[in-house]
């Protein structure tokens, strides 16, 4: 079984930077081109929407709700730019490069959560 889920999680890092590769692609969709720019700059982002110290809600984005846009935005991508951009994040992955970072998703990430903090403080003053 974990060996199951070890694989599972290398397929899923590879499905991430394959949408990064996807996205690029001049054959990319309008939609899709955007959801994967979403799902990317989300899963590269050093700060979750939802922080992992957060029992059970903390992991839900990374095991359940990541896994499942992945899989919606690459059923949005044409069969062609899928396989050369898997292609491609393998040999990315392949040659050992770190995970790359997107501090403008973790920068709205930190407003969302200050917008909510400041609005809760606002409800609750009044």
Known sequence: MLARLKNQARLLKRDIVTLWFAYRHPQMPLAAKVAAIMIVAYAFSPIDLIPDFIPVLGFLDEVILLPIFIWLTLRL??????????????????????????????????????????????????
């Open 77 to 126: 991508v044409p069969e062609a730019v899928v396989v050369e951009s898997r292609i491609a994040a393998q040999a990315w992955m392949d040659a050992h490069r770190p995970k790359p970072r997107n501090y403008i998703a973790a920068a709205i990430i930190i407003a969302l959560w200050t917008a909510a903090a400041w609005l809760l403080w606002r409800w609750l003053a009044d």
